[in-house]
């Protein structure tokens, strides 16, 4: 079968499934959703075609729309923004700890067995792992519990230092100074543009000044 292929197909076989558990195919995005009270939760396929097999790498997610609202004025300019967003994502790998997880597909074969792995750790933990990340509490400790180390649910850490001090906000942390205090100097730690950190000021300024903390 042509490489090609096997991106329609993968979608074709865990169709079903997704369906089944109140997510629909996206074509935007190679993406299954399901849409929540607050924004949505997904599940991200990536492929990548090479000379011999094609690699697929399993991204997973949510969207919270209020923490998107808030930082959107003071987004333009912030590597990975978009107005689609998601609030939280993270991929197969990094949450099962396992360096560089991601699919070979030579054959049919390999497309079944990875919608296999794929169905087993959804029921098993996948689901309840999304849902978890429709809560503002959770995602409180998800990105502030320990903000000097590693965040499960982000890969850029200019758009965590923007969305964290948001959600602090939003769950009323306590800690709420020393946390933007916190997530000012990452942003000068790896040199981010002036522009950024510019916008990330303004952005606690705001924050400090309104109801939401």
């Known amino acids: 079968m042509n490489k090609g292929q096997w991106l329609p197909q993968s979608f074709q076989i865990l169709e079903d499934f997704f369906s089944q558990n109140g997510y629909h195919f ?12 607050g924004g949505w939760q997904n599940v991200i396929l990536g492929f990548g075609h090479y000379e011999d097999c094609t690699y ?17 004025p003071y987004s333009h300019g912030l590597r990975g923004y978009q107005a689609e967003s998601n609030t939280t994502i993270t991929n197969l790998a990094k949450f099962q700890k396992e360096a560089h997880l991601r699919f070979e597909i030579r ?3 390999d497309l079944f067995r990875m919608a296999a792995h794929l169905r087993d750790f959804f029921r098993k933990e996948g689901f309840a792992f999304l849902d978890s990340l429709s809560n503002i509490g959770e995602l409180d400790k998800l990105f502030n519990q320990d ?12 758009l965590r230092s923007f969305r964290a001090l948001a959600i602090a906000s939003l769950n009323q942390n306590p800690n709420w100074e020393e946390l933007a205090e916190y997530y000012r100097g990452l942003l000068d730690k790896y040199s981010s543009p002036r522009v950024v950190i510019d ?13 939401l903390n």
């Open 56 to 72: 697929v790498e399993v991204s997973f997610g949510s969207r919270l729309n209020i923490v998107e609202q808030l930082i959107a």
């Open 147 to 158: 903000p000097t180390g590693a965040c499960l649910v982000s890969f850029n850490h200019q």
């Open 107 to 109: 054959d049919e074969a």
């Open 26 to 37: 996206l074509q935007i995005g190679n993406q299954f959703r399901k849409e929540t009270k």
């Open 199 to 211: 916008r990330f000021n303004d952005f606690s300024r705001y924050l400090a000044t309104t109801a």
